[in-house]
């Protein structure tokens, strides 16, 4: 490409939650004349930095939203967000689309550098549908309801209010009698709100089985694998792994289980067994508050890398920021109102990278802030790709950053563990876990082909 990297086409500061304020932008790009293979390349320059401001727009409403789901001017913002921006964004962008495509193929851009680029592209054009745009909406308020049910999630224990990753730890108690009630009280509230998930569930199926044959599949699995630019394999080999899961990882699972049972000296396990040390030792306690578990993971950076420490304390000292407040990258501690899970969100105008997790005192919040921040890393590395489309990477790619970061900071755990038993301990949750997932991931992939593939199947049968 030329050595154009930079583009003042956007103003530095645009507020792309307001449609008005991107229209004449995007209506500008269509329009501009291309001669030259010069031209485009600043043409997708300017377009890219335009996706990026408007990303960045929709990227801020979401984590305030996931960071505060109980409050009603966040709900709101975002939900403007998601049905006066985004449904009008999405038929400009597909005609962008059609004129980058024949101009890429115009100038010579569809090999090299701009194969992947150009592939995605077409694939795009391919699959836009007018009458998609407003079930795409639909499907993200959806969204937007599960994370706020969850959000409101809390158990009353022993005289206090917890949230649902705060009742973790108690599943970890060596008093099996503890752990049966943390998870039956967990479980009994979730089931409070099963009927309004199953709602969602079939809702979000059906919705996306007619986006699928809107656009010309029989089903939701090929769509998917279509919208998600999956062109190195297929469905088929999607179930050759889960035989070879199946064959080759679950003999080995179940071996750990049967170890297990014996070392707890228990006839049968069960739900509430499988978090606790196997050996019946106290809960490991490897930070107390998200400050806390800032500090330490910076001390392993630190001796990890002095490169990905730089980067690490960038992010902050993990105050409980409450979402994208004064250029706010983290959001850990679990709190009520709060979105579950944990992710990594890259706002691609700042360039900012922004870590949200439930983090409740266990060694799985650990995991999950050495994973999240691997992503991290990874966005950081990437940012000074000139073009939105090669700052991120596929899925399938996406976790190999994050779970190498829980595996190389392994050695440096005892920052969270002076205690060099409670490290190793640590590290064998790990390595255990780290086979586990295996299942768990060709479980849910295997369910999902399922349930896309029969997207009238009845409650009973899913």
Same mark, same amino acid.
């Given at each position: 490409?030329?050595?154009?990297?930079?583009?003042?086409?956007?103003?530095?500061?645009?507020?792309?939650?307001?449609?008005?304020?991107?229209?004449?932008?995007?209506?500008?790009?269509?329009?501009?004349?291309?001669?030259?293979?010069?031209?485009?390349?600043?043409?997708?320059?300017?377009?890219?930095?335009?996706?990026?401001?408007?990303?960045?727009?929709?990227?801020?409403?979401?984590?305030?939203?996931?960071?505060?789901?109980?409050?009603?001017?966040?709900?709101? @913002?975002?939900?403007?967000?998601?049905?006066?921006?985004?449904?009008?964004?999405?038929?400009?962008?597909?005609?962008?689309?059609?004129?980058?495509?024949?101009?890429?193929?115009?100038?010579?851009?569809?090999?090299?550098?701009?194969?992947?680029?150009?592939?995605?592209?077409?694939?795009?054009?391919?699959?836009?549908?007018?009458?998609?745009?407003?079930?795409?909406?639909?499907?993200?308020?959806?969204?937007?309801?599960?994370?706020?049910?969850? =959000?409101?999630?809390?158990?009353?224990?022993? $005289?206090?209010?917890?949230?649902?990753?705060?009742?973790?730890?108690?599943?970890?108690?060596?008093?099996?009698?503890?752990?049966?009630?943390?998870w039956r009280k967990v479980a009994a509230r979730r089931?409070?709100?099963? =009927?309004?998930?199953?709602?969602?569930?079939?809702?979000?199926?059906?919705?996306?089985?007619?986006?699928?044959?809107?656009?010309?599949?029989d089903n939701y699995v090929g769509y998917a694998f279509?919208?998600?630019?999956?062109?190195?394999?297929?469905?088929?080999?999607? $179930? @050759?792994?889960?035989?070879?899961?199946?064959?080759?990882?679950? #003999?080995?699972?179940?071996?750990?289980?049967?170890?297990?049972?014996?070392?707890?000296?228990?006839?049968?396990?069960? #739900?509430?067994?499988?978090?606790?040390?196997?050996?019946?030792?106290?809960?490991?306690?490897?930070?107390? $508050? =998200?400050?806390?578990?800032?500090?330490?993971?910076?001390?392993?950076?630190?001796?990890?890398?002095?490169?990905?420490?730089a980067f690490f304390a960038s992010m902050g000292d993990?105050?409980?920021?409450?979402?994208?407040?004064?250029?706010?990258?983290?959001?850990?501690?679990?709190?009520? =109102?709060?979105?579950? $899970?944990?992710?990594?969100?890259?706002?691609?105008?700042?360039?900012?990278?922004?870590?949200?997790?439930?983090?409740?005192?266990?060694?799985?919040?650990?995991?999950?802030?050495?994973?999240?921040?691997?992503?991290?890393?990874?966005?950081?590395?990437?940012?000074?790709?000139?073009?939105?489309?090669?700052?991120?990477?596929?899925?399938?790619?996406?976790?190999?950053?994050?779970?190498?970061?829980?595996?190389?900071?392994?050695?440096?755990?005892?920052?969270?563990?002076?205690?060099?038993?409670?490290?190793?301990?640590?590290?064998?949750?790990?390595?255990?876990?780290?086979?586990?997932?295996? #299942?768990?991931?060709?479980?849910?992939?295997?369910?999902?082909?399922?349930?896309?593939?029969?997207?009238?199947?009845?409650?009973?049968?899913?």
């Open positions: 490409m030329t050595s154009m990297q930079t583009t003042d086409f956007v103003p530095p500061v645009l507020d792309a939650t307001k449609w008005e304020n991107i229209e004449p932008l995007m209506n500008a790009l269509l329009e501009r004349e291309v001669g030259s293979r010069e031209e485009l390349e600043k043409w997708l320059l300017d377009r890219s930095e335009l996706e990026a401001a408007i990303g960045e727009s929709g990227a801020n409403t979401y984590i305030d939203m996931t960071c505060d789901t109980g409050s009603d001017e966040k709900q709101a @913002a975002y939900t403007s967000f998601i049905t006066t921006v985004v449904p009008k964004v999405k038929p400009v962008g597909f005609e962008l689309d059609k004129k980058m495509k024949a101009l890429c193929e115009q100038y010579g851009l569809t090999s090299d550098r701009y194969e992947v680029l150009f592939r995605d592209t077409a694939a795009d054009v391919d699959l836009f549908r007018p009458e998609n745009v407003s079930i795409e909406t639909e499907l993200s308020q959806l969204d937007q309801e599960y994370d706020k049910i969850c =959000g409101a999630m809390t158990v009353e224990w022993k $005289g206090e209010e917890k949230t649902m990753p705060m009742m973790g730890k108690f599943f970890e108690s060596s008093d099996r009698s503890v752990r049966e009630e943390a089931l409070q709100d099963a =009927g309004r998930f199953n709602e969602i569930y079939d809702e979000m199926v059906q919705k996306r089985h007619t986006v699928a044959q809107n656009a010309g599949f279509k919208s998600k630019h999956r062109f190195d394999y297929t469905p088929a080999m999607c $179930g @050759a792994f889960h035989d070879a899961v199946q064959k080759h990882v679950m #003999p080995f699972t179940a071996k750990l289980d049967a170890s297990r049972k014996e070392q707890l000296g228990l006839e049968q396990l069960r #739900p509430w067994d499988l978090a606790v040390d196997p050996k019946n030792r106290a809960a490991l306690e490897p930070f107390n $508050g =998200g400050k806390d578990l800032v500090s330490k993971t910076q001390n392993v950076f630190d001796k990890l890398s002095p490169e990905l420490s993990g105050s409980n920021t409450h979402g994208t407040a004064d250029g706010a990258m983290l959001d850990l501690d679990s709190r009520k =109102g709060k979105a579950p $899970g944990g992710y990594l969100y890259f706002r691609d105008r700042s360039k900012l990278p922004f870590i949200f997790m439930n983090a409740a005192g266990q060694h799985r919040d650990v995991e999950t802030m050495v994973h999240e921040a691997g992503h991290a890393f990874h966005s950081m590395y990437c940012r000074d790709e000139p073009y939105v489309w090669y700052r991120s990477s596929p899925l399938e790619y996406a976790e190999v950053a994050s779970m190498s970061m829980e595996l190389l900071t392994m050695p440096y755990w005892d920052a969270y563990y002076p205690s060099e038993e409670d490290a190793n301990r640590a590290r064998r949750k790990q390595l255990e876990g780290s086979i586990g997932l295996l #299942p768990w991931i060709a479980t849910i992939d295997a369910f999902q082909h399922w349930v896309y593939a029969n997207p009238t199947h009845t409650h009973e049968e899913r």
